[in-house]
Nanobody, 114 residues
């Protein structure tokens, strides 16, 4: 398994941007990587994912605003968040999905003020 560390969270005004980073302790070349989020009193939900071949998938609520990318040489996955809304406020988690296991980071808080 790999350990994941998220960074880049913070407080931003509505309409603003943030870029989250997820640094892995080892190679992520063969893994599907994803960003999830969990708002208070809500279930964790998928925000975006990117396969090992670069195929991306987004939640309807973030399509056109968020972009997931990966740099395998740096063992890092990014989530660029633009045109942010108060409803994007949540703890954001990075996930590495292998066939036999799944690994999570500790999360990074994102807050969007109106």
């Amino acid at each position: 398994q790999v350990q994941l560390v998220e960074s880049g969270g913070g407080l931003v005004q509505a309409g603003g941007s943030l870029r989250l980073s997820c640094a892995a302790s080892g190679s992520i070349f063969s893994f599907k990587m994803g960003w999830y989020r969990q708002a208070p009193e809500k279930q964790r939900e998928l925000v975006a994912s990117i396969s090992n071949t670069g195929r991306t998938n987004y939640a309807d609520s973030v399509k056109g605003r968020f972009t997931i990318s990966r740099v395998n040489a740096k063992n890092t996955v990014y989530l660029q968040m633009n045109s942010m809304k108060p409803e994007d406020t949540a703890v954001y988690y990075c996930n590495a999905d292998a066939i036999s296991w799944s690994s999570w980071g500790q999360g990074t808080q994102v807050a969007v003020s109106s």
